[in-house]
């Protein structure tokens, strides 16, 4: 159990940098997720964490002492892959014991240990087979039983649920979590999945190209995305965007009003951050939404469509079963002014 | 999900295997057959009669001391090649596997050898270690050493084994390259994390990894090293000094050809034929139980 450290993490490979200075600090036992869009530099960023990778720039410190120099094997680390990586050659038992075998541990402890973790992963009836006689929900427990066995300072995992599908990674999610909970271990959980980060993380990393755009707990995040990135990253169906303006101290679209603009805005343009859950049906309002297509998911309903005040599309999440006429309907929707995200049109950061 | 290409019919998959089976039936059963037809005959010289002896050709062949001396030659000859083809080109493989920059020309550059054809690598060898003219055997007289493989029963075996394993090497290298390179960059690194120094991975994950190419490399190396490596011998050393690097197949060729004393030939042929369809058959059943497919 330990607390990890990144000081203004900078990758390069060859000229091109990829990761542009990343720093957090992370407590003992904490869950932390980094999500964000393929390509922005998660794995990179963690696979410096396991020492895989060379820090081109920054400072890794885990429990207090630098590790930027060290071996993967010297840091005190476990890593789960995206394909499990375990050894094809070994059966689940030694797969498993492998990385205290290594260390020295005397055989009879490294039975216990193994019997404990199968134990706790249900793994127990499979110890003597080999990886490839396994469903992919097992071999995922194997790399999970790998990573406890060795009771490391910190466990590392690069999207170990995207090869199980959806209704074994919503299972396999809560044993994770469940699991982190009850042994304490500090967690770093990469993941392209907003539903994962939301639901994971004790505290999460938005990233986007190689730069963290909001680090803090999910439903701060949530509630008060720092960026239009982090804004329209997290939530689904993902925030709806517009071209607004602030005028005499009141956020406009178009000609219609939306409600006063929080005290100290300047006039001008501005991004206006609206989430589907947040507009309500209000036949007084002026903003109007003529949907095209409506997708009725039982407990609410997805409209999409268009506001008569912008062009860009707009989408609402109605609650409960919302009939339609088809196509072509007119509703009137209400967003609350205090709901409403304002973002500055040139940097995208938050304005209110 | 395993996706299989049908035939209709019987017609095109019998076009398809009848080259291999015409070109078997005539390099290999046909010549076979007569091997096994003529190792029970003594002809005369000119080939102008046959004498039936039955067995009488085997009987003498296994009470022959140079032909017993053969076998042990052949069995040594075939190890040390085997291994010296095997081993180098593992380590260079393994080294090619580490680089990132650069691995393309290493690769190509270690592959030429093998464009070179046995016997011609034979003449190389020789010329390099030729008692008289060679640049080897020269420079091993300035330090002292005097290099005669023509006397010496052990440097001829050495030359011979060395001209042998050489152009094999780059074959070797390219299957363990390729080998090498498709196990899975995550498993490794797992190993790491784990806690595995480089050699430590190597023998626990690496190696075994890829016993399926170095099980199939080992069936090859054997054959060659028994069959194909007559030109090497021939042009070297001519299965001397004293017939010290006499391997079974130069000894068809040396009593068959040169001495003339063709039934005794045709039974060493068959000898061959069995003791290789052996070794294929062990091998396959001993150390294929230890690869990891
Ligand atoms: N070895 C490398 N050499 C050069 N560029 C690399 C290398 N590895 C990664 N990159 C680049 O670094 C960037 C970040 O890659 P990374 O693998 O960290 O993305 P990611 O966020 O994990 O994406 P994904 O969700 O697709 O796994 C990418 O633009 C990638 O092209
Ligand atoms: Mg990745």
Known sequence: ?352 | MEKRVTFKGWMLPLLLVAPQVVISAVFFFYPAGQAIWQSLFIPDPFGLSMEYVGLGNFEYLFGNRYYLASFVTTALFSTLVTLTSMIPALFLAVMADRLIKGAGTYRTLLIWPYAVAPAVAGVLWLFMFNTRVGVVAWYLGRLGYDWNHVLNETEAMGLVVVASSWGRISYNFLFFFAALQAVPKSVIEAAAIDGAHFWRRFFTIVLPLISPTTFFLLVVNVVYAFFETFGVIHTITSGGPQQATTILVYKVYADGFVGQDLGSSAAQSVVLLVVVGLLTVLQFRFVERRVHY
Request: aromatic share 4%.
């Open chain 1, 1 to 352: 159990m330990a607390t990890v450290e990144l000081r203004n993490i900078k990758k390069r490979f060859g000229k091109t940098e990829v990761i542009h200075g990343v720093s957090t600090e992370i407590d003992d036992g904490e869950f932390i997720v980094i999500v964000g869009p393929s390509g922005c530099g998660k794995s990179t960023l963690l696979r410096m964490v396991a020492g895989l990778e060379s820090v081109s720039d920054g400072e890794i410190r885990i429990d207090g002492s630098r590790v930027n120099e060290r071996e993967p094997m010297e840091r005190d680390i476990a890593m789960v892959f995206q394909n499990y990586a375990l050894y094809p050659h070994m059966t689940v038992r030694q797969n498993m014991g492998y990385g205290l075998k290594i260390a020295g541990t005397p055989k009879r402890q490294i039975a216990a240990k193994v019997d404990e973790a199968a134990a706790l992963l249900q793994l127990s009836d499979y110890l003597d087979r080999r990886p490839k006689a396994l469903s992919g929900g097992q071999r995922q427990r194997v790399a999970m039983g790998r990573a406890i066995v060795r009771e490391p300072k910190v466990f590392l995992f690069d999207e170990p649920l995207s090869n199980l599908d959806a209704k074994l990674r919503v299972q396999m999610r809560l044993e994770i979590k469940e699991l982190q909970e009850r042994i304490g271990v500090t967690s770093l959980y990469v993941t392209h999945d907003q539903v994962e980060a939301m639901t994971m993380a004790d505290r999460m990393i938005v990233m986007n190209a190689g730069r963290a755009e909001q680090i803090g707990k999910p439903l701060d995040v949530y509630e008060r995305p720092a960026t239009l990135f982090a804004a329209q990253f997290i939530g689904s169906p993902s925030m709806n965007v517009l071209d607004g303006r602030i005028e005499a101290g009141e956020m406009r679209l178009g000609s219609a009003a939306l409600g006063p603009a929080p005290a100290g805005l300047p006039d001008g343009p501005v991004k206006l951050g609206l989430r589907p859950e947040h507009a309500l049906p209000d036949p007084d309002s002026p903003l109007r939404l003529r949907v095209r297509l409506s997708e009725p998911l039982g407990a609410n309903t997805l409209l999409h469509g268009q506001l008569d005040q912008a062009e860009a599309p707009f989408t609402a999440c109605l609650a409960g079963v919302h009939r339609t006429n088809g196509s072509g309907e007119i509703i009137p929707l209400r967003v609350a002014p205090e709901a409403i995200h304002l973002f500055s049109p040139e940097t995208g950061d938050r304005l209110n």
